[in-house]
């Protein structure tokens, strides 16, 4: 049981949007604490995604955008390609916890 | 070019030990917390244990605490995992991971390295 909440799955047609939700709690994303996005294409290591709750590493296209509020956060997806189809995580940090967490993981399935 | 490398993944039995070794290259090592993060096969991303930029601080997932011992040398560029007391539930892939000083973000990942743990 993962920390922070996250949909198993999700999908959309290639050119749709698709959102993903990370949900927390007062301990972590409410007490303040930034969110983070990677994203772990099949067979690879992970990549950030998004950083800081929405900033994106200059290499990543402007299709994706994060957002946080309160104790959720999301990630959106726009104009969804065939290589968006990965597993998607958010992290954050805990105080009552021992340091950092992690999503359960979202996998995007571009039909 | 900026990167880490994993190393001393392998097939063991329960109750052994094994050390992972993370090799840094392309930055200032000694300015960066590095991170373990395991993949076990099939499930999500789970931290294991954090080393600050000069070794005097370190934290752990509490499934591996009092077993897991994180460390590093700076004049080497490495970080270490020291495993013992194996466990089935510890087979993943072992990734470290370079924490931005600003952001705290991963923003560096290794490739990783497979630990099975298993009789």
């Known amino acids: 049981q993962s920390v922070l909440t996250q949909p198993p799955s999700v999908s959309g047609a290639p050119g749709q949007s698709v959102t993903i939700s990370c949900t927390g709690t007062?301990?972590?994303?409410?007490?303040?604490?930034?969110v983070h996005w990677y994203q772990q294409l099949p067979g690879t290591a992970p990549k950030v995604l998004i950083y800081?709750?929405?900033y994106r590493p200059s290499t990543v296209p402007d299709r994706f955008s994060g957002s946080k509020s309160g104790t959720s956060a999301s990630l959106a997806i726009t104009g969804l390609q065939a290589e968006d189809e990965a597993d998607y995580y958010c992290?954050?940090?805990?105080?009552?916890?021992?340091?950092?967490?992690f999503g359960g993981g979202t996998k995007l399935t571009v039909l | 070019q900026v990167q880490l490398v994993e190393s001393g993944g392998g097939v063991v039995q329960p109750g052994t030990s094994l050390r992972l070794s993370c090799a840094a290259s392309?930055?200032?090592?000694?300015?960066?917390?590095i991170h373990w993060v395991r993949q076990a096969p099939g499930r999500g991303l789970e931290w294991v244990a954090l080393?600050?930029?000069?070794?005097?601080?370190?934290n752990y997932a509490d499934s591996v605490k009092g077993r897991f011992t994180i460390s590093r040398d700076n004049s080497r560029n490495t970080v270490f995992l020291q495993m013992n007391s194996l466990r089935v539930e510890d087979t993943a892939v072992y990734y470290c991971?370079?924490?931005?000083?600003?952001?705290?973000?991963?923003?560096?990942w290794g490739r990783g390295t497979m630990v099975t743990v298993s009789s």
């Open positions: 991971a370079r924490a931005n000083v600003v952001t705290y973000a991963f923003d560096i």
């Open positions: 392309g930055f200032t090592f000694n300015m960066y917390a």
């Open positions: 080393t600050s930029d000069d070794g005097s601080n370190k």
């Open positions: 007062r301990s972590n994303l409410g007490a303040g604490y930034d």
């Open positions: 800081s709750n929405r």
């Open positions: 992290q954050s940090s805990d105080s009552s916890r021992s340091n950092v967490i």
